[in-house]
């Protein structure tokens, strides 16, 4: 399978998934608005969300499919299937001790993570009290991470891929259907986060029990007792201060956001949704196809095979990043306004809102850039140098934050961790190629040059369209609006990608040397 094919099969579910979560945020947005009921809810999902980032997509996904792809490169099947069961066994203990401690403490963590919410002694209750019903998806979660880990590894990259499609149905199903008979109708939303925990780890189970690697409990204390399980804890602790790191920065602004008034954290949560579809698209799913294969070819002692691959994602990154960055930044009233605005969710919240998604947009590339370079330091098992990267990066945004916050607002926050990420992704790149790991092929200069100019030329058409438009007015046009903002994306994309073509870009110019 191709580098191209494997991205566009996650990427296309992704979409999916995207689509489905715009709906679900544009549901959300509809029946909540921006309000203090809607704060507490995504202080209290962020809670678990982050500990999940921590601990499993982040820290742990990184120190076991390396290890695994190892395993399963030079040991046998049934060694193989014995420490996936261990692993299994050891992660899983650990996760219904740490959804206990949660649900216990769960009024100290609010407060850590969004301190400003005592301020008003009803919207901290509340959190603390979502925060006790969702704290347990952090288990459900964690072992989705695993599985999608085995899966990706054994190049299953299609059930991954979609799970994510499965909480937002749920969220879409719940806030319809369960909200108007609940007193406290925002709960509806916690409801649905813990059945689409359920369902998300249901769905891959088949996929393991026909590849044959369907985790079995055992002892976890003996399983912590196995070297390569060992191997996998000791790889994880760089890795847990990598991924704290930004863990902290993200605590650290929410907390901030707390304080600079009702709605601030909505207004982010909102902005960064929106962000996450080109992340997603693109930077999730080359970082998932590309891990488990950087990783084959470094224990294979292919390193020429492992820098065609690092050098074709980050071309492809490149190729939809930046010009997505400045789509983004120019069009954020327009998909503002058309995906949120409502009843509950007024012009006020379109404006701040949009500022929010132009702080980030100046940040996506490093943000999708981050996702293909820092697997490349996983697959050599080096965790502790993005650990290091992460944590100059966190002192970055923190200085930013003093800057841009006081002139921005809340949008300040969305620049700061913007700047934060493209330091981040330039530092490892530079690390990268100074060490030898990486050497950039032939062709970059041109690349580069036909891509910026593509870009000013459908930044240009994008303002050009824009000219006298105000895309909150037109809320009783909804229609209207619609088609006049897929008509001018469609537009752009054809300036983008003609201009690109005119310039000598062909398909086979996207070709990677090697397949996955």
């Not at 930077?283 to 492992?306: C, E, H, M, Q, T």
């Not at 965790?383 to 970055?396: D, E, M, N, Q």
């Not at 369209?465 to 037109?474: F, K, V």
Request: aromatic share 10%.
């Amino acid at each position: 399978m191709s580098l191209i094919k494997a991205t566009a099969t996650v990427s296309s579910l992704t979409l999916l998934s995207r689509i489905t979560g715009v709906v679900r945020d544009m549901l959300i947005a509809r029946y909540f608005g921006s309000s203090a009921a809607t704060d507490a809810f995504y202080v209290a999902f962020r809670l678990p969300n982050m500990l999940r980032r921590l601990f499993a997509e982040g820290a742990f996904q990184q120190a076991f499919v390396p290890m695994l792809s190892d395993v399963k490169a030079t040991k046998s099947q049934d060694e193989v299937r014995s420490f996936i069961d261990r692993v299994f066994s050891l992660l899983a203990s650990v996760l219904v001790l740490t959804s206990l401690i949660g649900v216990i403490a769960a009024p100290i963590l609010v407060w850590l993570i969004a301190g400003g919410l005592a301020q008003n002694p009803e919207g901290f209750d509340l959190a603390t009290e979502m925060t006790r019903w969702m704290f347990p998806y952090i288990f459900f979660m964690s072992l989705v991470a695993m599985s999608a880990g085995v899966l990706n590894t054994w190049k299953h990259f299609a059930i991954p891929a979609f799970t994510p499609v499965l909480l937002n149905i749920s969220f879409i199903t719940f806030t319809l259907l369960l909200t108007p008979h609940l007193d406290r109708p925002i709960f509806a939303l916690a409801v649905a986060v813990i059945v689409g925990g359920v369902l998300q780890l249901s769905i891959q189970i088949p996929s393991l029990k026909k590849l044959g690697v369907l985790p079995r409990p055992v002892n976890p204390f003996k399983a912590a007792k196995d070297a390569s399980v060992i191997r996998v804890m000791r790889l994880m602790i760089p890795a847990l201060f990598g991924v704290g790191v930004a863990q902290l920065s993200l605590l650290i602004n929410t907390n901030i956001a707390s304080r600079l008034g009702t709605g601030s954290v909505t207004w982010l949560s909102f902005a960064d949704r929106l962000m996450e579809f080109p992340t997603a698209l693109l930077g999730v799913a080359l970082g998932s196809v590309l891990l488990p294969s950087l990783s084959a070819a470094f224990a294979k002692n292919d390193l020429v095979r492992y820098n065609a691959l690092l050098d074709n994602g980050l071309r492809l990154v490149v190729l939809l990043a930046i010009p997505a960055a400045v789509g983004l930044g120019l069009m954020a009233d327009a998909l503002v306004a058309f995906l949120y605005q409502g009843k509950n969710f007024l012009v006020s919240d379109v404006y701040q809102t949009s500022l929010a998604v132009m702080g980030y947009s100046f940040g996506l590339l490093g943000l999708i850039a981050i996702k293909i370079l820092a697997p490349a330091f996983y697959a050599r098992k080096d965790i502790r140098t993005p650990v290091k990267v992460a944590a100059v990066s966190l002192v970055c945004v923190q200085l930013c934050n003093i800057c841009f916050v006081p002139l921005f607002a809340h949008a300040g926050l969305a620049l700061s961790v913007g700047v934060g990420s493209c330091i981040n992704a330039a530092t490892l790149l530079v690390i990268l190629i100074r060490r030898g790991q990486y050497q950039p092929i032939k062709g970059w200069g041109l690349w580069l040059g036909r891509i910026i100019i593509a870009t000013l030329a459908m930044a240009a058409a994008i303002a050009f369209l824009q000219q006298g438009i105000d895309w909150a007015a037109m809320q009783s046009e909804w229609l209207k609006r619609a088609g006049l903002i897929f008509l001018y994306i469609g537009a752009a994309l054809v300036v983008y990608f003609g201009l690109l073509v005119v310039m000598g870009l062909r398909p086979r110019h996207l070709k990677p040397r090697y397949d996955i």
